[in-house]
């Protein structure tokens, strides 16, 4: 019997399965692995525990695997992929394959047919195919250029945006300030965004917040997400607000590979991944709303796809059947 293992390596999550011909019979779930996200001392730790763990999960010896996937975004560049790579090839035997992030939730979402996903999870992108094969993608150049709408960036937006409310005096904030410029004490009557971004990181001043934010190396503001969902599940314009930002600048991905990929009338599909498009209706909607309003029969998938079955399918597949 052969065994195949396909991973999801995100900066967040990684998750492996372990599966025969037909079917998963191992999985495990770790933290992130993704070399540009965590570093590559992490990266190569949690990546070989996740699937020391879905081996033995399955009863399986890690050498017997036939063949492996990853999906990682950033994997288009030498360094990462042979990173990867390596930190797998340390366990399992057989052929080993890395891609980015967006090939493995494409092929869970549309396997061996047209259509497109758009990923917005630590990071974001756009990547489809269409009828005639022609691949297209948006977006997904880095956390510090691109990214848009995913968790890091509706992080580092909210910091932007509860500091430049707090400049013109929209959060009701009261606070004095000694000779220097500093805070001397606790900020008081802090907006309800500002409060759970301060919560959220462990902090009591604004000073500290300034510091932590323009920190090297940076902070995680991905951590903000969940932070600025409560923020808008409260009633905060600003926190809401910048979800629909997040939902504009991730439909505007979408448009833009629909229109590069585009050769009939009728739309391609589209499949939505990732925890800010799982964790917010917001965000799901508005940005539904923004697709349909210059797509209007497009197809857009209800049930969010399990990236790493993607993965586990192109194991199965062998490296020349896919995008």
Same mark, same amino acid.
């Given at each position: 019997?052969?065994?195949?293992?396909?991973?999801?390596?995100?900066?967040?999550?990684?998750?492996? $399965? %372990? &599966?025969? +011909?037909?079917? @998963?019979? #191992?999985?495990?779930?770790? =933290?992130?692995?993704?070399?540009?996200?965590?570093?590559?001392?992490?990266?190569?730790?949690?990546?070989?525990?996740?699937?020391?763990?879905?081996?033995?999960?399955?009863?399986?010896?890690?050498?017997?695997?036939?063949?492996?996937?990853?999906?990682?975004?950033?994997?288009?560049?030498?360094?990462?992929?042979?990173?990867?790579?390596?930190?797998?090839?340390? $366990? %399992? &035997?057989? +052929?080993?394959? @890395?891609? #980015?992030?967006?090939?493995? =939730?494409?092929?869970?979402?549309?396997?061996?047919?047209?259509?497109?996903?758009?990923?917005?999870?630590?990071?974001?992108?756009?990547?489809?195919?269409?009828?005639?094969?022609?691949?297209?993608?948006?977006?997904?150049?880095?956390?510090?250029?691109?990214?848009?709408?995913?968790?890091?960036?509706?992080?580092?937006?909210?910091?932007?945006?509860?500091?430049?409310?707090?400049?013109?005096?929209?959060?009701?904030?009261?606070?004095?300030?000694?000779?220097?410029?500093?805070?001397?004490?606790?900020?008081?009557?802090?907006?309800?965004?500002?409060?759970?971004?301060?919560?959220?990181?462990?902090?009591?001043?604004?000073?500290?917040?300034?510091?932590?934010?323009?920190?090297?190396?940076?902070?995680?503001?991905?951590?903000?997400?969940?932070?600025?969902?409560?923020?808008?599940?409260?009633?905060?314009?600003?926190?809401?607000?910048?979800?629909?930002?997040?939902?504009?600048?991730?439909?505007?991905?979408?448009?833009?590979?629909?229109?590069?990929?585009?050769?009939?009338?009728?739309?391609?599909?589209?499949?939505?991944?990732?925890?800010?498009?799982?964790?917010?209706?917001?965000?799901?909607?508005?940005?539904?709303?923004?697709?349909?309003?210059?797509?209007?029969?497009?197809?857009?998938?209800?049930?969010?796809?399990?990236?790493?079955?993607?993965?586990?399918?192109?194991?199965?597949?062998?490296?020349?059947?896919?995008?």
């Amino acid at each position: 019997m052969a065994f195949f293992l396909g991973i999801d390596g995100g900066g967040t999550r990684t998750t492996c $399965l %372990v &599966g025969d +011909e037909t079917s @998963v019979i #191992g999985r495990a779930t770790s =933290a992130g692995s993704n070399p540009i996200r965590v570093g590559e001392p992490q990266a190569r730790k949690v990546l070989r525990t996740a699937i020391r763990e879905a081996c033995t999960a399955a009863k399986v010896d890690p050498k017997k695997i036939q063949r492996a996937c990853i999906g990682v975004a950033g994997a288009a560049r030498p360094q990462i992929s042979n990173l990867v790579h390596a930190a797998v090839a340390k $366990l %399992v &035997g057989g +052929e080993i394959e @890395v891609v #980015g992030d967006m090939v493995i =939730a494409r092929e869970a979402a549309f396997p061996d047919q047209p259509g497109i996903v758009v990923i917005a999870g630590t990071g974001s992108i756009a990547f489809g195919r269409n009828q005639r094969g022609e691949v297209a993608r948006a977006g997904g150049w880095g956390f510090a250029v691109s990214d848009e709408g995913s968790g890091h960036w509706v992080g580092k937006t909210a910091v932007a945006a509860a500091l430049r409310a707090r400049d013109s005096g929209n959060d009701r904030e009261n606070e004095t300030r000694n000779e220097t410029g500093e805070t001397p004490g606790k900020d008081h009557e802090r907006s309800s965004l500002l409060t759970s971004i301060m919560n959220a990181w462990h902090l009591e001043t604004l000073d500290d917040l300034v510091r932590s934010a323009n920190s090297i190396p940076p902070p995680d503001f991905s951590s903000l997400f969940p932070p600025v969902l409560a923020a808008a599940a409260s009633g905060d314009a600003l926190a809401r607000d910048i979800l629909m930002s997040a939902a504009s600048e991730l439909a505007q991905l979408a448009k833009i590979v629909m229109q590069r990929l585009e050769t009939s009338g009728e739309a391609l599909p589209l499949a939505l991944s990732g925890g800010v498009f799982q964790n917010s209706p917001v965000v799901r909607q508005a940005f539904a709303n923004s697709v349909r309003a210059d797509y209007p029969h497009v197809k857009i998938l209800p049930v969010t796809p399990d990236s790493v079955q993607g993965a586990l399918a192109l194991a199965r597949k062998g490296k020349d059947k896919h995008d």
